[in-house]
């Protein structure tokens, strides 16, 4: 992790909550682990914390989940793992991280791997809370309906008197709006008191995280309610939910490539990954999908039903309609790749053109060369991989195949219809298939020999 970017000073700790069955999702993967624009839930909160400035993480596993502590350490690799064995509740989980809290930091602060829309901005927000002497700082929202959500009870003072479930509140209490988001943040010197004070006298016999509250202001410390949008703490309990956080998610990343300089044309039908990057008047059709791992320069231009996934599009270029770009696609300045064309782990040079039909893998293409339509680089004999090389300026004509691993020089040019094995020297001609034959009349007697046999 980073260190501590807004605190003045302060250390905090970020404990994540990932223990969850997630039994709603209907999933054998861990909800945790299911993916919004492109990277796992867990992975856009652990993303939000290292934004936020704050130094260390630990993050709450089930039992058994291996899977999900090798996301946390994939994404974060200074993440530190706990297990919860047995869920008991929110403060429960929480105090499964107990060692690292006793560490002694300034802030602790509290977050949920399925709500991955909470932005840096919320969790430094809550931080600041606490840096202006609240003991615990509550993330709460306005709900439109308010059903389902611990609702906020708020003092003369603006603070928090305490957070009552929907199940333990009484008629009056819930008919408030004002609802708990989950996250929040408890002064690090006081933390662990407070968590191991809390118990479990409510309808779910489970120890609540939210009870803090009303512990702290009985030990005379002072609350905060820190407000965020209702979409922003979202949380995801079933693919209903999951469609709606990726709904959010799209329409973010859309208006900020937008206000970035690119041209969606029908913004609705394109779908980002998190970390895509389009430069300066870029065109994207409609219906164009990308993957994580994208960039694309300056003035590119992205034809309509492409696909495109760990790839670099260089200035200029133009991919599709229809093509697929496939991770380690590499495209220079200018290059183009037409309709129905593959292009994986290549390296297309300036200028170079793919137009049609065609699969280029495991291969370089040199600088304004041209692949006709057809052509496919044979790069897989069933066990291993190899490379093809294209030079400078060169020709691949229409419906060939190149068996790699070969090299066709600058300047050649390879045949139509041919079966390419050998290397093929610069400015050299290569034709690799039989010989033409033709033979007068046979037509014309094939058909009455048959004409016959079909009377007969």
């Known amino acids: 992790m980073t260190e501590d970017k807004r605190s003045t000073g302060r250390r905090a700790l970020a404990v994540i909550l990932a223990a969850g069955e997630g039994t709603r999702m209907k999933s054998r993967r861990p909800k945790v682990l299911h993916e919004v624009a492109g990277r796992s839930m867990l992975a856009h909160v652990l993303a939000a914390v290292e934004a936020a400035g704050v130094a260390a993480a630990a993050v709450v596993v089930g039992g058994g989940r291996e899977d999900v502590a090798a996301e946390a350490r994939r994404r974060s690799p200074g993440a530190r793992t706990f297990v919860q064995e047995r869920q008991l509740g929110t403060a429960h989980a929480v105090l499964a991280a107990r060692d690292a809290?006793?560490?002694?930091?300034?802030?602790?602060?509290?977050?949920?791997?399925?709500?991955?829309?909470?932005?840096?901005?919320?969790?430094?927000?809550?931080?600041?809370?606490?840096?202006?002497?609240?003991?615990?700082?509550?993330?709460?929202?306005?709900a439109e309906n308010p059903f389902g959500y611990g609702r906020v009870l708020r003092g003369a003072d603006g603070g928090v008197l305490a957070i009552r479930e929907e199940k333990d509140a009484s008629e009056a209490e819930r008919r408030v709006t004002l609802c708990n988001a989950g996250l929040m943040a408890i002064d690090g010197a006081r933390a662990l008191a407070l968590l191991e004070g809390v118990g479990s006298a409510n309808a779910q016999g489970e120890f609540y995280l939210t009870d803090v509250v009303e512990r702290a202001r009985a030990a005379g410390s002072a609350t905060r309610v820190v407000l965020a949008e209702e979409e922003e703490v979202l949380g995801v309990n079933d693919r209903v939910q999951l469609a709606r956080a990726e709904q959010i998610a799209q329409q973010r990343l859309r208006r900020t490539a937008m206000l970035g300089g690119a041209t969606l044309i029908a913004p609705e039908t394109v779908f980002l990954s998190f970390d895509t990057e389009i430069g300066r008047d870029v065109t994207v059709e409609p219906h164009v999908v990308i993957g994580p791992g994208v960039s694309i320069g300056d003035d590119a231009t992205i034809h309509s039903f492409s696909h495109l996934e760990g790839a670099s599009v260089g200035v200029g270029a133009q991919i599709g309609p229809y093509a697929r770009l496939r991770p380690g696609a590499r495209l220079a300045a200018a290059a183009k790749i037409g309709n129905f064309v593959e292009i994986k782990a290549a390296d297309i040079g300036e200028g170079a053109k793919v137009n049609h039909l065609s699969y280029v893998g495991d291969a370089t293409v040199g600088a304004h060369s041209n692949i006709g339509a057809g052509v496919i680089t044979c790069n897989y004999d069933g066990f291993f991989k190899y490379r093809t090389v294209i030079g400078e300026r060169a020709f691949v004509g229409s419906n060939s195949a190149l068996v790699a691993p070969v090299e066709i020089g600058s300047g050649a040019y390879v045949g139509s219809g041919s079966v390419i094995t050998r290397d093929v020297a610069a400015d050299a001609l290569a034709v690799g298939r039989a010989r033409q034959m033709e033979k007068g009349g046979w037509a014309s007697a094939f058909r009455a020999v048959q004409s016959e046999k079909k009377k007969g």
């Open 101 to 142: 809290i006793a560490e002694g930091y300034d802030d602790l602060i509290v977050l949920f791997a399925d709500t991955p829309l909470v932005s840096p901005a919320t969790v430094a927000a809550l931080r600041e809370g606490l840096a202006g002497g609240a003991g615990v700082a509550v993330l709460a929202f306005e």
